[in-house]
């Protein structure tokens, strides 16, 4: 538990201090000031900022800042990434030549969005990291792979395999006490003891599971008698300059997947069709942070890459509060020649991050609410 704490907030914290370092350099690079730059979130500890004759000072709890001050670099009590105060983004009428507020739109999309293009260099990293080290992917034969298993792939709906409780990414170690190298073989042999109770040893994360199952005799067209879809997975590692292109493939490859399911998504909710996708909040990415850091440090990487994706994406969604949503009032900026109303703009994204946060409590009690058994668990452990 308290493991899986740590690498939530480490994740998390890592997600969002690249992102906020993303509008950081940007800024230095075009000349917009830059007022500070701070690891986690105020209120601060401390900071340090350069004085003109290039010696530095400290700054000591939650001081205001002098004006013309340079940027200070500060130490935050909440240690969850880190933000970016930039000169002028919130107050129009700073019109120094150093302001965010009288940059040509150009300079200030590229300001907007410089947080979700580091959020898709990092997912990079990691890939990269992943592919050179060894990340878990399907074999087939003739590939040079390590720390080979069957798992299952996909469970088929009121399928033997769902009503014994088998999951996506589960190995199965042994039937009947048989191991199995091939799938093929497995296969044949399950074929085989149709209708008979079979022994499954599976192997879930850390956990060591033995499960009880009844393959059908006469499954439906397109599905085994078990009801699961079998891969054959291995750790593959890669070449440097071979990882660091498979880590930019994949990370494209992820993005699109992933803008085809928000597409979806959208497209549902028009039509007024039920929605496909799962969606997750604080709790229900904690749950799958403790479940990758259970399977080990290479899991951990994928998740990492996948999550600061999807930040990325979010951010750059046209929503209100959201760093597409800034870069929409640009474009309409554009499109009539004169800015938006700053009072006016500042309503709609405040409406927006209080849409988004309601959001974000209703997601958080269905989390609760779909894992309420493993937190019941947990307090049961605490109280006794």
């Not at 709609?348 to 946060?357: D, K, P």
Request: net charge neutral; aromatic share 10%; charged share 20%.
């Amino acid at each position: 538990m308290i493991l899986t704490i740590i690498v939530f907030v480490i994740i998390l914290g890592l997600l969002i201090f690249v992102h906020e370092f993303g509008h950081f350099m940007s800024s230095r690079k075009l000349g917009v000031k830059v007022e500070e730059f701070g690891f986690g979130f105020p209120p601060r500890i401390f900071g340090i900022y350069q004085k003109k004759d290039g010696s530095w000072k400290r700054v000591i709890g939650n001081k205001e800042l002098e004006k013309g001050q340079n940027t200070v670099y500060s130490l935050n009590w909440l240690p969850l990434g880190g933000f970016c105060k930039i000169k002028g983004e919130e107050v129009e009428k700073i019109q120094d030549k150093d302001s965010f507020a009288i940059q040509p739109a150009w300079k200030r999309i590229i300001i907007l969005s410089a947080g979700v293009f580091m959020n898709f260099v990092l997912a990079i990293i990691l890939l990269t990291i992943g592919f050179k080290i060894g990340l878990p992917q399907a074999v087939e034969e003739g590939d040079s792979a390590r720390d080979l298993k069957i798992q299952i792939a996909q469970v088929s709906k009121d399928s033997p395999a769902e009503s014994s409780g088998l999951a996506i990414g589960d190995q199965i170690v042994t039937l009947n006490g048989e191991e199995f190298i091939e799938i093929e073989d497995l296969q044949d042999k399950i074929k085989l003891e149709s209708g008979k109770e079979i022994d499954l040893k599976i192997k879930r994360g850390n956990e060591d599971l033995d499960v009880k199952v009844i393959p059908r005799n006469d499954p439906p067209e397109g599905e085994g008698a078990l009801g699961v879809a079998l891969a054959k997975t291995g750790i593959v590692s890669y070449p440097l300059f071979q990882s660091i292109w498979m880590g930019i493939t994949t990370t494209f490859t992820i993005i699109v997947a992933i803008l085809f399911a928000f597409y979806d998504i959208i497209h549902n909710l028009i039509i007024q069709k039920p929605i496909s996708a799962e969606f997750a909040g604080p709790v229900g990415i904690a749950v799958l942070t403790g479940q990758v850091t259970r399977m080990g440090f290479v899991y951990i990487l994928q998740f990492a890459a996948v999550l600061s994706i999807n930040l990325g994406i979010l951010n750059i969604l046209p929503f209100p509060a959201l760093d597409g949503g800034r870069i929409l009032f640009l474009l309409i900026e554009k499109i009539r020649g004169k800015k938006v109303s700053q009072k006016i703009e500042n309503t709609i994204h405040t409406v927006g991050f209080f849409l988004l946060i309601l959001l974000l409590v209703v997601v958080t009690f269905k989390d609760i609410f779909k894992f309420k058994d493993m937190f019941l668990g947990i307090w049961d452990r605490i109280i006794n």
